[in-house]
């Protein structure tokens, strides 16, 4: 199998998990980077409050996005482009709950993703101070993008995945994450309550 996934980012406007406002993507084939998409969302109503805090983080305002497609209008370009992907992210649990919280609030179902985590993947490649996102991406060889830019970290994501697995010669995500003792996520899929008589 070859070293296929897509990178995902997500940055939200405060702190619910469901407020999606910037999404980056990052499509690898065969170990190389073959399309990129980035773009802002509306996120769900009753989570659509810009707090200061995360403002100060990413620099995206309420302005910015009052023209940008919902989460509902954007999901299926980001499914579309995702494909059946193993999804990789920097803390790939935070923006694995992203998608299914915005999902949720929305009244919508998040395909079952599979991930592998690129700051777990860091950790057990390089021996570094810092395992955030700007010191890995830079062991991996990446540096000078903007950092909180949900595409520039998919990117940055993208690279140190590509990284790990030449360093560890792994054909595809699930041999480097055999390789390093960590394993490709598989996603919790809700069943329906059966009702008891």
């Not at 659509?48 to 996005?65: C, K, L, P, S």
């Not at 694995?96 to 919280?101: A, E, F, H, P, S």
Request: proline share 4%.
């Amino acid at each position: 199998m070859p070293l296929d996934f897509t990178a995902i980012d997500f940055e939200t406007a405060n702190s619910s998990p469901a407020s999606a406002c910037s999404v980056g993507l990052v499509r690898v084939r065969d170990g190389q980077i073959v399309a990129t998409a980035g773009w802002l969302i509306r996120p769900p109503a009753g989570h659509d409050e810009f707090q200061e805090w995360n403002t100060r983080i990413h620099g995206i305002r309420a302005h910015d996005v009052v023209t940008a497609a919902t989460w509902v209008d954007q999901f299926d370009r980001l499914c579309a482009f995702a494909g059946a992907d193993v999804l990789v992210a920097h803390n790939a649990g935070f923006d694995l709950n992203v998608l299914r919280r915005a999902s949720e609030a929305t009244g919508g179902d998040c395909p079952p993703y599979r991930s592998l985590c690129s700051l777990q993947v860091a950790r057990k490649t390089y021996e570094l101070e810092s395992y955030r996102l700007p010191k890995a991406a830079e062991a991996a060889g990446f540096t000078g993008f903007s950092h909180h830019d949900a595409l520039a970290d998919a990117l940055a994501c993208a690279h140190i995945i590509m990284d790990a697995a030449r360093r560890h010669s792994a054909s595809d995500v699930f041999a480097l994450a055999s390789a390093l003792k960590l394993r490709v996520t598989e996603a919790v899929i809700a069943t329906p309550e059966r009702a008891v008589a």
